[in-house]
């Protein structure tokens, strides 16, 4: 991918990554900005259980046949603390340096937790997708904050996810009778659209493919790290 992104300092305490989130958050686009599609990225992080190291995968599959097209990945050490709310600074790291890896720009990236289902409207999908001015899709296994109702039990359902009387995402079976996933803008792309593509990812299992791709790849780098200690 391109190695002109937006920069800013990683070296921020807990009061200054939120503020950040907050100055950030308007640079959001809520509105579909969306050329042809033709390959999209999944984009996972892990931790490795016995050190601080974390490990980020970005798998790029063809959206049409969901093939893999590439992937890459890339292992940092941590230099945020874990907390609720500011992952972004402690899991883009080593996701900005697996994306620079790739010989192929996807056109949409969905990731592995929150777009602007977040307290302060500015989850990881939102900030990866703002820092390369690139679509991108939150859909998080569960829920940060907001409420909603049951989706019907259809694949295809959705139910708003709403906080503080704003709708921040949708709550969507991509498998009947299967728990619901949530669904949220990231950037450059419409909630709407959002739902459409991680429905159309999510052809067989509960979770979108970008995903589950990006998952088994971090895994197979995790054992990777356990075998050389």
Same mark, same amino acid.
């Given at each position: 991918? $391109?190695?002109?992104?937006?920069?800013?300092?990683?070296?921020?305490?807990?009061?200054?990554?939120?503020?950040?989130?907050?100055?950030?958050? #308007?640079?959001?686009?809520?509105?579909?900005?969306? !050329?042809?599609?033709?390959?999209?990225? !999944?984009?996972?992080?892990?931790?490795?259980?016995?050190?601080?190291?974390l490990v980020a995968a970005v798998v790029v599959l063809d959206?049409?046949?969901?093939?893999?097209?590439?992937?890459? #990945?890339?292992?940092?050490?941590?230099?945020?603390?874990?907390? #609720?709310?500011?992952?972004?600074?402690?899991?883009?790291?080593?996701?900005?340096?697996?994306?620079? $890896?790739?010989?192929?720009?996807?056109?949409?990236?969905?990731?592995? !937790?929150?777009?602007?289902?977040?307290?302060?409207?500015?989850?990881?999908?939102?900030?990866? !997708?703002?820092?390369?001015?690139?679509?991108?899709?939150?859909?998080?296994?569960?829920?940060?904050?907001?409420?909603?109702?049951?989706?019907?039990?259809?694949?295809?359902?959705? %139910?708003?996810?709403?906080?503080?009387?704003?709708?921040?995402g949708g709550v969507m079976r991509t498998q009947t009778n299967? $728990?619901?996933?949530y669904v949220s803008v990231g950037h450059r792309i419409s909630?709407?659209? %959002?739902?459409?593509?991680?429905?159309?990812?999510?052809?067989?299992?509960?979770?979108?493919?970008?995903?589950?791709? %990006?998952?088994?790849?971090? $895994?197979?780098?995790?054992?990777?790290?356990?075998?050389?200690?």
């Amino acid at each position: 991918m $391109k190695d002109q992104i937006m920069t800013h300092t990683w070296q921020l305490n807990e009061e200054q990554a939120a503020s950040l989130q907050h100055r950030l958050a #308007s640079l959001v686009i809520h509105e579909d900005q969306l !050329g042809e599609i033709k390959r999209i990225a !999944g984009v996972d992080v892990a931790y490795d259980q016995n050190s601080d190291q974390l490990v980020a995968a970005v798998v790029v599959l063809d959206a049409e046949t969901l093939e893999v097209i590439e992937q890459s #990945s890339a292992t940092n050490v941590a230099q945020f603390p874990y907390i #609720s709310g500011l992952f972004s600074f402690r899991e883009l790291p080593p996701i900005i340096e697996a994306l620079k $890896k790739l010989q192929v720009t996807p056109d949409l990236i969905v990731c592995d !937790g929150q777009g602007i289902a977040h307290p302060r409207r500015f989850g990881l999908a939102c900030h990866l !997708g703002v820092i390369f001015d690139i679509a991108t899709i939150g859909c998080g296994k569960t829920r940060l904050i907001g409420e909603h109702v049951e989706p019907d039990k259809m694949r295809g359902a959705v %139910a708003c996810l709403v906080d503080q009387g704003e709708i921040i995402g949708g709550v969507m079976r991509t498998q009947t009778n299967t $728990k619901p996933i949530y669904v949220s803008v990231g950037h450059r792309i419409s909630l709407a659209t %959002a739902c459409d593509w991680i429905l159309k990812l999510s052809p067989t299992y509960r979770l979108p493919e970008t995903t589950r791709q %990006a998952d088994q790849l971090v $895994k197979k780098q995790l054992k990777k790290i356990a075998e050389s200690t």
